[in-house]
């Protein structure tokens, strides 16, 4: 496993547990893509680029560059010089042209794999990964662009990133730089994509692939409620556990393009990278463009082994939260609660009753800054508004600390409201387009983190909040997206650099944030889960995943989420009822059951729910913290799904030894004249007995395997159930 290079037939081999990867050269010197699929014993061989065949039909039987072009199956292509199909890289010229050509020129392979400088990037140490850079040499331009691949063997992992390095004397213009490129034939592939909206973020769409191009994007500054940065093949009728899928995930929060393209000869490309729209980027003599990673993943079977090895790659290789694996707090966030209608008495009496119900944190939202009673302004001024809380902030925490509790607190520091006395002073740190009337949304602008002062200053009002009293927990939210992109800063030549330029700013702030409080837990949030990607997830453990906490909603959103993140990762919360978004009512063990696959709390005003819902916490707190080792470590299986129009939902994890397996059952509509319902568990030992806690019952791990286990009927809509099977103990 790991990587080589096969002098002789000119060919890489980069191969994981389950997986090889193999790169060719063509005798000019392109860099072809020969496999990416199941593992293979040998090193294949340069006829898969099909170097023979005539690229066109009729055709003389030389090599004409254009059409061989674009037939040949390559590792990065570059717009301009004959392949039609989607470019990677597209490079302007200073006398305004666009044609770029890389031929091989070198290579190294090294193990470990190096940082990303200020990007957000997965790691590992010397024995868990290896790297292999690709040298690749644009002659006229005398441009290099380095292709670099990291092998993670036990996840069946490969990520590839980029840096072009411009070695020569023209001032040039990067118009669009890729990631990532995978070249296959076509197998009537179904592409499978995560889509949605604000409170129905990541539903699971799936699809064939057409001829033409089918793609996800965002350029809203954010990755987005409505697409995500992740693109799946898959073969047809692709099932959990049957079937071949090629996953790609972007590990970036900003705009972003992911396509799928079948072309004229049934060849498929899947490309992923910044989204070119609104981004031209300056890279002048001796300058250098690092773009972002792109995570490869192949499964040969199934979804849920994309899932479960996706899971483990997260979890070991991008998230660096001390948090991770440690308990976590069950939080209460005083949100739904009270909006902005609250002072330090209501959320001390919230407090005092969570503390009792054995809730361990007490976050405050939204509306404790400025002159903060509404969202329309103040964004911008964090100083904490004594006279609406009753209190200063150190001592309203100090009160929350003697309660017994943890205090967090939320901040939107990317942005600025116009009645704000930081836009009075600065109107010029707002992104707007000189001379227009820059939109509002939220009544807000964002802020140009593409300027040094601007993150600074924005840094240093979180840092000092931070420093006056003893704070656990952050929530960093981000509730709009960009438009009227246009810097007051960047000259007119890097304008097309701010979209770029702000996700680096974020990225500067969140890092020196992690690295000056490093106990801080950190939860990353966008108007829900707008920027819930794994660029995110190296700076935060947890993700808030939508503002739709309704227990039915959120099976579909943290569905989808988690086919692809940990479960650890989602934040996820018990709400109120009525739930505030759909107005449905759902019951509080539901509730609870949906919330404990994430990172567990509540969205409620404690003190008003019933007294029976209240009683429930308790228990609710406990199972948490009981399970969640579990759930942070453990393969996650799928078994059924409500959005695959099934009445009911569940899912299972399983220890990765085997010793346990907790699944749960959520019975979204009742069904008449129906009886048990039998669930294949995966992930057990199958010549192992397992105790069924609740009943006693002994089950034979391959009879709930292969059998099923038989969830009895119940009547009733938005039930739920968590059954927790354990490895029958030897007796002495
Ligand atoms: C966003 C978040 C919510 C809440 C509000 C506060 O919508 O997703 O959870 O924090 O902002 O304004």
Redesign the pocket.
């Known amino acids: 496993m790991g990587i080589r290079y096969i002098e002789e037939k000119k060919i890489f081999h980069l191969s994981t547990k389950r997986t090889s990867y193999l790169i060719g050269l063509s005798p000019e010197g392109y860099v072809g893509h020969i496999y990416y699929g199941k593992r293979l014993s040998g090193d294949g061989s340069n006829r898969l680029l099909r170097m023979e065949e005539a690229p066109f039909t009729p055709s003389v039987r030389v090599r004409e560059k254009a059409s061989f072009l674009d037939f040949f199956p390559t590792e990065y292509p570059t717009g301009g010089i004959g392949d039609y199909r989607e470019s990677c890289l597209d490079v302007r010229s200073e006398s305004g042209s666009i044609g770029c050509e890389l031929l091989f020129g070198g290579y190294e392979i090294r193990k470990g794999k190096p940082s990303l400088p200020g990007l957000p990037a997965s790691f590992g140490s010397e024995e868990e990964v290896e790297t292999l850079q690709i040298i690749c040499e644009d002659e006229f331009f005398k441009l290099k662009v380095f292709l670099s691949y990291s092998v993670f063997p036990d996840c069946d992992v490969i990520t590839r990133s980029v840096r072009i390095e411009n070695a020569g004397e023209q001032h040039l213009k990067l118009e669009k730089v890729y990631s990532a490129c995978l070249d296959m034939d076509d197998r009537e592939y179904e592409m499978l994509t995560l889509a949605g909206s604000w409170a129905r973020e990541r539903h699971i769409q799936r699809g064939p692939l057409q001829y033409g191009k089918q793609l996800v994007s965002s350029v809203k500054g954010e990755s987005s409620h409505q697409e995500h940065p992740f693109l799946a093949l898959l073969t047809p009728g692709t099932t959990q556990e049957t079937g071949e899928v090629y996953g790609m995930n972007f590990v970036y929060s900003g705009n972003f393009l992911a396509q799928a393209e079948k072309s004229q000869f049934e060849q498929v490309r899947m490309t992923m990278g910044i989204h070119p729209e609104q981004f031209c980027w300056n890279l002048r003599p001796g300058e250098s463009f690092q773009a972002p990673e792109a995570v490869l993943i192949y499964s040969g079977s199934g979804l849920g082994l994309m899932t479960r090895n996706l899971h483990d790659f997260y979890r070991e290789h991008l998230i660096r939260s001390k948090h991770q694996f440690a308990k976590r707090p069950v939080l209460i966030?005083n949100?739904?609660a009270t909006?902005?209608d609250f002072d330090a008495g209501k959320l001390l009496a919230i407090a005092k009753e969570a503390k009792k119900a054995g809730i361990e944190m007490l976050v405050m939202?939204?509306?404790w800054f400025g002159k903060r009673a509404f969202?329309d302004n103040s964004l911008g001024d964090w100083t904490v508004n004594e006279e609406k809380l009753k209190s200063s902030l150190p001592e309203l925490v100090e009160k929350v600390n003697k309660i017994g509790m943890e205090f967090g607190i939320?901040f939107?520091p990317e942005m600025i409201s116009p009645d704000s006395n930081l836009y009075r002073e600065h109107p010029d740190w707002a992104i707007q387009i000189a001379g227009r009337r820059p939109s509002q949304s939220?009544a807000q602008y964002v802020l140009d983190l593409s300027r040094r002062e601007v993150v600074d200053y924005a840094y240093q009002c979180v840092a000092d909040v931070l420093h006056s009293a003893p704070i656990a927990y952050v929530?960093w939210?981000m509730?709009r997206q960009l438009c009227d992109i246009g810097s007051a800063w960047l000259d007119r030549e890097s304008q097309g650099e701010l979209m770029h330029r702000y996700v680096l700013g974020v990225y500067k702030m969140q890092e020196r944030l992690v690295t000056e409080f490093p106990d801080l837990l950190l939860e990353n949030?966008?108007?829900?889960?707008a920027r819930f990607d794994p660029g995110m997830l190296y700076y935060s453990p947890q993700i808030?995943c939508?503002?739709d906490v309704d227990a039915v909603e959120r099976l579909k959103i943290q569905e989808g989420t988690a086919l692809i993140y940990p479960l650890s990762t989602m934040g996820a919360h018990v709400g109120d009822c009525p739930n505030h978004v759909v107005g449905r009512n759902t019951p509080f063990e539901t509730r609870g059951h949906v919330a404990m696959a994430g990172a567990f709390g509540y969205?409620l005003d404690i003190t008003k729910i019933s007294e029976e819902d209240r009683s429930k916490i308790p228990e609710q707190v406990e199972t948490f913290h009981r399970y969640q080792p579990l759930m942070q470590r453990g393969d996650y299986y799928r078994l059924a799904s409500w959005s695959l129009k099934k009445p009911y939902d569940c899912w299972e994890v399983a220890a990765k030894d085997g010793s346990e397996a907790l699944v749960t059952f959520v019975q979204v509509l009742a069904q008449p004249n129906m009886h048990s319902r039998a669930i294949f568990l995966r992930g057990l030992q199958k010549d192992t007995e397992y105790v069924l806690e609740d009943t006693g019952e002994v089950f034979l791990g391959e009879e709930l395997m292969n059998c099923g286990y038989l969830i009895p009927p119940e009547q009733g809509d938005f039930r739920s159930r968590l059954y927790h099977f354990v490895r029958k103990q030897r007796e002495k």
Do not use: A, L, P, Q
Not at 525 to 529: A, E, T
């Open positions: 966030n949100w739904e909006y902005f939202d939204d509306g969202d939320w939107e939220r929530k939210d509730n949030c966008s108007g829900g889960g808030w939508s503002d969205e």
